[in-house]
């Protein structure tokens, strides 16, 4: 095919996905929805024998954009995944055993300082008790309470300063979303895929299902997970290793009985083999540990797990593998990886769906036609790099900003040599309290400013703004801050009186 005649139609006519785990039903439902409907055919191949990872319940805010642009209410979304609503993560144990800090979805302060926050509260702690700095974030405090109300939109209020992500049932939401893909015309074929045919430019032109029937396409999804079956073991993308940084490489999970309540946050408990995290939801709760199996064997991190459940263990133990590290390239030629074929960072801060959404809007900006240009796949390339580059250094500031020295993972990530980008970040913070800017990527000031200050990264100064403002003024200032936090959360419903209007 020539790529100068303009008369040829380029379009691609066929997107075959294959995989039906959260990354799969998710591509499908946009690409079905956004990218050229009722002309293009999407088929979703999955293999109900090989099962989906069965995890990944925790969101981000940007998830709720995701869910709007397929058509999907907050209202039948929480009902149909028993989803409760997310301020932000708790984090316990990091900087040091015994201390926690809250990364608030949202900011410090009124949002209305000419310095950001942070400055004013290190100046005025220097001389003066005024508590932590989570005091000052209203989502923290709406948290700790487990308080909820939706944010406003009025410039200048407190309650503008936060906003809010969802934790939800994985499985679930594939179902919900399987059940409207397909009222909306995907083809969904139940099969193994066992081999992969491509033509003498490296192109994939179909897959052979076990049974023998193969599912051609002019576009390939690979949400294969782990194995990235078309990405990996097909198109041979290679892979960047970050397990040096990020050494956790097994997670057991198992959900449990709600004894109380869902809260309206996820936790993340430090542990000496790795984390635990704990994503309440209005029918149970997600537990998992992720761990390095260097410090820490199966048998004694089902155990560990176990002992701290909070309710009585609804599965068995589900146990998984992986590599911290992201595909050389997430799109060769007519393939394009998403979800865990694509790279894995672990769980920490709940991104990978925030990656898989990416991925999918991403590519939905960059729609290629049957050229394939090699532009499109660049640009791809380079965005989802940036991303997991930025994600990367963000969890790896967790492990690495402690004082933790109770098992050989801490003493490694204590002490390991880090990224340039991070050990930059880093200095910059300790100096000047100062937090490198970015235009695009996730993790946005008040994120790094919560991880920093909650680690015990402390700045050596703040900012000169901060001194325009005398501590005569400053201190009852900030003790005037807090108490109208705390007013605002105390007039708030309860997060659970919420939920019943969007039980499922
Ligand atoms: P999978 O769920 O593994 O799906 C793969 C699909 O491919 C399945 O349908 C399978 O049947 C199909 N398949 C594979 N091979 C073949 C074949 N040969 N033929 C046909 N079909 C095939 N993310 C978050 O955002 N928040 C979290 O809180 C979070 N927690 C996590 C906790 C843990 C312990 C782990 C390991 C991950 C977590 N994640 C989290 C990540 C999240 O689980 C995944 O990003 C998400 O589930 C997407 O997975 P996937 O769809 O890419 O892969």
């Known amino acids: 095919m020539s790529s100068a ?68 209410t907050e209202t039948e979304f929480m009902r149909a995944t028993g989803a409760t609503f997310k301020l932000g993560i708790r984090f316990e144990n990091w900087g040091a055993i015994g201390e926690s800090y809250f990364h608030p979805f949202g900011v410090h302060g009124a949002g209305n300082e000419e310095a950001p926050f942070h400055h004013y509260w290190l100046k005025a702690s220097r001389t003066a008790d005024v508590g932590s700095i989570d005091d000052y974030a209203l989502p923290a405090v709406m948290a700790r309470d487990e308080r909820f109300t939706p944010p406003t939109s009025e410039p200048g209020a407190l309650g503008s300063t936060f906003t809010y992500g969802y934790q939800m049932d994985a499985g679930l939401y594939a179902a919900f979303l399987r059940g409207r893909a397909e009222a909306a015309g995907v083809t969904r074929v139940e099969g193994k895929v066992v081999k992969v045919n491509q033509d003498d430019r490296g192109l994939i032109r179909s897959v052979t299902l076990e049974r023998g029937e193969t599912v051609e396409a002019d576009l390939f999804i690979d949400c294969s997970g782990f194995r990235g079956l078309l990405i990996e073991q097909a198109l041979q993308s290679g892979f960047t290793d970050w397990s040096h940084w990020l050494p956790c490489d097994s997670a057991v999970a198992i959900p449990c009985a709600l004894s109380r309540p869902g809260t309206p946050y996820t936790r993340a408990t430090a542990l000496k083999g790795g984390w635990q995290f704990r994503i309440p939801l209005q029918h149970r709760v997600g537990n998992g540990y992720v761990y390095s199996s260097d410090v820490m064997d199966r048998q004694a991190a089902t155990d560990e797990l176990v002992g701290r459940l909070e309710g009585e263990a609804l599965a068995e133990p589900n146990h998984l593998r992986f590599k911290a590290g992201q595909r050389t390239r997430n799109w060769m030629g007519n393939c394009v990886a998403v979800g865990l074929s694509a790279g894995f960072i672990e769980p920490l801060e709940s991104t990978s769906i925030y990656l898989i959404q990416k991925a999918i809007t991403t590519l939905i900006e960059l729609w290629p036609d049957r050229t394939f240009d090699p ?130």
């Open 5 to 72: 005649d303009p008369t040829v139609d380029r379009r691609i006519r066929s997107v075959v996905i294959i995989g039906g785990g959260t990354a799969g039903w998710m591509a499908a439902s946009a690409i079905n929805r956004l990218v050229d409907p009722g002309r293009l055919k999407v088929t979703l191949v999955e293999s109900a024998e090989i099962g989906t990872v069965g995890v990944g319940e925790s969101t981000l805010p940007h998830f709720r954009a995701f869910n709007a642009s397929i058509g999907v």
């Open 375 to 504: 532009a499109d796949s660049r640009e791809f390339n380079r965005v989802m790099d940036m991303e997991a580059e930025r994600i990367r250094d963000f969890i790896i500031l967790h492990y690495h900003a402690t004082r933790r020295d109770d098992s050989p993972l801490w003493d490694h990530v204590r002490t390991m040599d880090l990224p340039d980008s991070l050990a930059g970040k880093i200095d910059l913070f300790r100096s000047r309290g100062l937090v490198q800017q970015y235009r695009e990527g996730l993790f946005a000031h008040p994120s790094w400013v919560a991880v920093f200050l909650g680690q015990g990264v402390t700045p050596d100064r703040h900012h000169p703004l901060a001194d325009k403002v005398a501590d005569a003024q400053l201190i009852p200032g900030l003790a005037g801050l807090r108490e109208a936090i705390r007013r605002a959360v105390v007039a708030m419903p309860g997060h659970d009186a919420w939920l019943g209007g969007v039980q499922r």
